[in-house]
Nanobody, 124 residues
């Protein structure tokens, strides 16, 4: 198993940037497809980005493509989400998730482990 802990959230103005970090402990990170999801109050959990086990393939929701970048450093047990050109619509709790699979998925039910979430608030 793996434990995940997000950090880096906060309050930023529209157009600003944040980098979220996800620190993993337990099983080696290379075993997992990793994803970022977000959930705003009253809404369902939404796919943001995912990255393959070795980091060679990245996938993004259309709403964030071109603005967000997912990356991983398996040797450091770290996953990142660099967010730029932030919009008020990006306001949500952001979750890091791990999936014991060889395929990248945008479906939250496929992911096996979740962090506690970190709040991102973007003001107009």
């Amino acid at each position: 198993q793996v434990q995940l802990a997000e950090s880096g959230g906060g309050l930023v103005q529209a157009g600003g940037s944040l980098r979220l970090s996800c620190a993993a402990s337990g099983r080696t990170l290379i075993s997992y497809v990793m994803g970022w999801f977000r959930q705003a109050p009253g809404k369902e959990r939404e796919f943001v980005a995912a990255i393959s086990r070795a980091g060679g393939n990245m996938y993004y929701a259309n709403s964030v493509k071109g603005r967000f970048t997912i990356s991983r450093e398996n040797a450091k047990n770290m996953v990142y989400l660099q967010m730029s050109s932030l919009k008020p619509e990006d306001t949500a709790v952001y979750y890091c998730a791990a999936d014991l699979s060889v395929v990248v998925a945008a479906e939250p039910t496929q992911y096996d482990y979740w962090g506690q979430g970190t709040q991102v608030t973007v003001s107009a």
